[in-house]
């Protein structure tokens, strides 16, 4: 039936769980929930309700004119959705989970607390509906199975908790912007967020502030499998990457075992938590002597230890850019492997143990060898990769340069070339659009990689540049995939340091102004297709 009020809520049960009672009371500003199940065994899950709210799928407006009820949604773990990531899609990529209570901020004159123990949240949503689905877990009372909750009516108040770190401004404006946009990138995801790949980027990320998102993580890296032989694992109990299938394919890559010391590094530094670093000592000393033999890193640059991450085109990926054949000598692997040898010289050092190697010496000479093997003279960057054959494989690849300067690499001079080449440089599109198709990140690739196999179009067969992809992937038309003309937000942050560093903090706030003023468009640079400058979010459409 349709919602016949903005605020009316539908509880929606419709498996049957066996005999029980369900209670309703209503006390004051709070309406108390209660589902009594009378069963020896254990119900097989939690119960389950719907709630049903007014909605407006399509567009951007998230105001009550549109029916849309709650402006944002945020729990006592440090879990935040703004309700624009929900418009123009069916349903949420993420859902809360573990909650004691979950604030649901109104878009009129009061909030909701759901409070309880456990809980579960997830939206899904139809054109003029929106379907909150709460699952609340069972807890054993005797020979009774009780779950309970309560649903709890507070003013109208921005209360997002003190949990959710803050930045100040001198302008009102941009400091609830900004506020607004930290959480909603980074506290959108669970900890741990993610395997291997993503260590690096949520240790900065949740390193410097206290709460159940570093707890999260720093709990991933204590128990994360590793190797006997020291490598660490690519996706948490897979030794490799989703795909391919493995076997018959070796899909490893070899970048996780860098990302693991500088993630555990990370923790350190602003935790101070010594403990922690004690725990990982030996796991971490296997981690670095995998790099330092296994992958040769002692010679200068890793190299990836396996016959299918061969750096071919149709090879198997190396990295996050999993549909790129990165291997063999990986320029994007390399900059963390650099990085890693001065964590590990400063985990060893607090450890008082000592090191594998003088990793002063050996970082020296990564540098020294990543130029040599990496650079490009003529075009002003470091290229790709150079795969088994000696084929140097470069399709303009900005986020290979961006962690580069980012962690250290290159000099004052190199990165003066390597902006000149991204902000006035043609991409192949024939403008110079590496920022300004986005705005809010650089294109991954400012070259075209082209499409491959008998489906694609001549043009693209008979491209002068050579494809260089993933086996299973075909390639798209220049933008239409993030990893050929597209962007992804990440890259962002490793540019702003590049920029501070290298051209100066004016440069890097003004460039940071430009990708906040693409967030204050109506999509809030969030939602499904299209976003406000015509965008297509890669979660709808990988192609």
Not at 373 to 384: L, S, T
Not at 391 to 415: P, S, W
């Amino acid at each position: 039936l349709p919602v016949e009020r903005d605020r009316a809520l539908r509880v929606d049960c419709r498996r049957f769980v066996g005999e029980g009672r369900l209670t309703y009371r209503l006390q004051r500003d709070t309406l108390l929930v209660e589902a009594e199940l009378r069963s020896q065994a254990a119900p097989s899950g939690a119960l389950r309700w719907t709630w049903i709210t007014t909605w407006t799928k399509s567009g951007y407006d998230c105001t009550s004119a549109a029916g849309v009820v709650f402006s944002r949604f945020f729990t006592d773990n440090q879990r935040y959705m703004p309700v624009q990531q929900l418009k123009r899609r069916d349903h949420a990529e993420l859902s809360f989970d573990g909650a004691r209570w979950i604030e649901m901020e109104g878009t009129r004159d009061a909030d909701l607390r759901i409070e309880g123990d456990g809980l579960h949240l997830h939206w899904e949503m139809e054109e003029k509906r929106m379907h909150l689905r709460l699952h609340v877990p069972y807890r054993r009372q005797g020979d009774r199975w009780i779950s309970h909750w309560s649903v709890r009516v507070l003013p109208r108040t921005d209360s997002v908790p003190d949990t959710f770190p803050r930045f100040v401004c001198p302008q009102r404006r941009l400091e609830q912007d900004l506020n607004r946009f930290w959480w909603e990138r980074a506290f959108t995801y669970p900890a741990p967020a993610g395997p291997a790949a993503w260590f690096e980027w949520m240790a900065t990320m949740r390193c410097w502030y206290d709460g159940d998102q570093r707890r999260g993580e720093m709990e991933q890296l204590r128990t994360y499998p590793i190797t006997r032989e020291g490598y660490v694992h690519t996706w948490c109990a897979m030794e490799g990457w989703p795909f391919p299938p493995s076997p018959p394919y070796d899909t490893r890559h070899f970048d996780t075992n860098a990302r693991f010391i500088l993630a555990c590094w990370r923790f350190y530094l602003w935790t101070g938590d010594a403990e922690f670093l004690k725990s990982q000592a030996d796991r971490l000393r296997r981690a670095m002597a995998y790099q330092l033999e296994t992958l040769r890193g002692h010679e200068g640059l890793i190299i990836t230890a396996s016959k299918d991450v061969n750096g071919r085109h149709k090879g198997v990926g190396n990295n996050y850019w999993d549909i790129l054949p990165f291997g063999h000598l990986d320029a994007y692997a390399n900059a963390v492997y650099y990085a890693s040898l001065e964590a590990m010289q400063g985990i060893d050092a607090v450890l008082r143990r000592q090191p594998l190697t003088d990793y002063r010496v050996l970082r020296q000479k990564v540098h020294r060898r990543y130029d040599e093997v990496f650079w490009d003279e003529k075009a002003g960057r470091y290229i790709g990769c150079v795969d088994i054959d000696g084929a140097r494989h470069d399709y303009g690849f900005t986020f290979v340069n961006l962690e580069a300067l980012y962690y250290g690499l290159g000099d004052a001079q190199k990165a003066r070339r390597i902006y000149r080449w991204m902000e006035t440089e043609p991409t192949s599109t024939g403008r110079p659009d590496t920022y300004s198709k986005w705005i809010f990140a650089p294109r991954a690739n400012t070259i075209h990689n082209p499409m491959w196999g008998e489906n694609a179009p001549k043009s693209e067969r008979e491209s002068a540049t050579p494809p260089w992809w993933h086996f299973g992937w075909l390639g798209t038309p220049y933008g239409d995939q993030c990893q050929d003309g597209g962007a992804i937000l990440y890259t962002s942050y490793f540019d702003l340091m590049a920029r501070q560093r290298h051209l100066g903090p004016d440069n890097a706030w003004r460039r940071f102004l430009a990708i906040v003023e693409r967030y204050r468009m109506p999509d809030r640079l969030c939602g499904g297709p299209p976003l406000a400058r015509g965008e297509i979010p890669q979660q709808e459409n990988p192609g």
